[in-house]
């Protein structure tokens, strides 16, 4: 359910949560919650100017590659966009346009006659918004299919990669965390690696390796480390979401 509400929208969250405003039922109340919040965020939305249907509408173009929810695919050949940070959505789109990036299938879409900064803005605020779930919530008593349906399509679970776990763990821990967060989570425009696709996090590591795309400290990180160290890294990242 709130899965469901992430991504249909703020008026029809807010419109539920009217409808009952007494409800006692604890998923409601969360409902309530939620649309408070929202009712504090949307003037300040509304100020910036965050236009969410030209969100969804830039969606459209995005979505045969990267998925109608963001979740990436085509085994890892396209990463996952949703729920990272905004802002470094935005800087590797901008990297795209000053070809500091390389990236051939995103040439046509990237450049400032398709993506102005507007649009760029709100793609990324919007993607930025979308929550997949890793596992389907449980359910007692009967469930709305077309509810269910959604839910399973929202669910993004990365399959365990060949490798050491443990010795991953301590490497990405030595190595990595400081930046990606603890847990692979990301920090701000330090892109989250847990819950991205492993083929994909692989060719970056590739690129990083070949001077195809900057990194900090690639010396040190991926000059020095082994395809072994890597692969134990990316074992460890795979089960960060199970
Ligand atoms: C024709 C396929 C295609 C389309 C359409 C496409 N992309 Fe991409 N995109 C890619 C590929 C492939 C990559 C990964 C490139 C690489 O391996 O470095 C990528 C990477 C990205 C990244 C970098 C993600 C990261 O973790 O660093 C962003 C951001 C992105 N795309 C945004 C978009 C947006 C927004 C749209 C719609 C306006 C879009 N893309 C449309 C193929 C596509
Ligand atoms: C000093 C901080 C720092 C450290 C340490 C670090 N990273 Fe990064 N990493 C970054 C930044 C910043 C980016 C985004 C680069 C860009 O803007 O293109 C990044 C990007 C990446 C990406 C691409 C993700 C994507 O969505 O495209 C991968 C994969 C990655 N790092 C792996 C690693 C691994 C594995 C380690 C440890 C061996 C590591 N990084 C250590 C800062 C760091």
């Not at 359910?1 to 405003?21: F, N, Q, W, Y």
């Not at 910036?48 to 890892?76: L, S």
């Not at 051939?104 to 803005?121: C, G, Q, Y």
């Not at 930025?128 to 399973?152: H, K, M, S």
Request: one cysteine or more.
């Amino acid at each position: 359910m709130t899965i469901l509400k992430d991504i249909v929208g703020r008026s029809e969250v807010s419109a539920g949560a009217d409808d009952c405003p007494n409800e006692a039922d604890g998923t409601m109340r969360f409902g309530v919650v939620l649309a408070a919040a929202v009712l504090i965020a949307a003037p300040a939305a509304a100020q910036d100017g965050f236009d969410e249907w030209n969100a969804k509408d830039i969606m459209r173009t995005c979505a045969p590659c990267h998925g109608e929810f963001g979740q990436g695919g085509g085994g890892g050949v396209y990463p996952r966009l949703a729920g990272m940070n905004a802002d470094y959505l935005a800087e590797q789109i901008a990297k795209f346009k000053s070809r500091e990036r390389e990236n051939i299938p995103m040439i046509p879409f990237a450049n400032d006659r398709e993506l102005p900064a507007r649009d760029i803005r709100d793609v990324t605020r919007y993607l930025a918004g979308i929550t997949l779930a890793t596992r389907l919530p449980e359910t007692t008593g009967p469930v709305d299919g077309l509810e269910r349906l959604l839910q399973a399509k929202m669910l993004m679970q990365i399959p365990r990669a060949d490798g050491d776990i443990e010795r991953g763990k301590q490497l990405y821990g030595e190595q990595c965390g400081v930046c990606h967060g603890r847990e692979g989570q990301g920090r701000v425009t330090k892109p989250p690696l847990a819950g991205q696709h492993t083929d994909y996090l692989q060719t970056q590591i590739t690129n990083f390796k070949k001077g195809n795309r900057p990194h900090p400290d690639n010396d040190e990180l991926f000059m020095r480390t082994t395809r072994r160290d890597m692969d134990d890294i990316l074992a460890y990242m795979s089960v960060l979401d199970d």
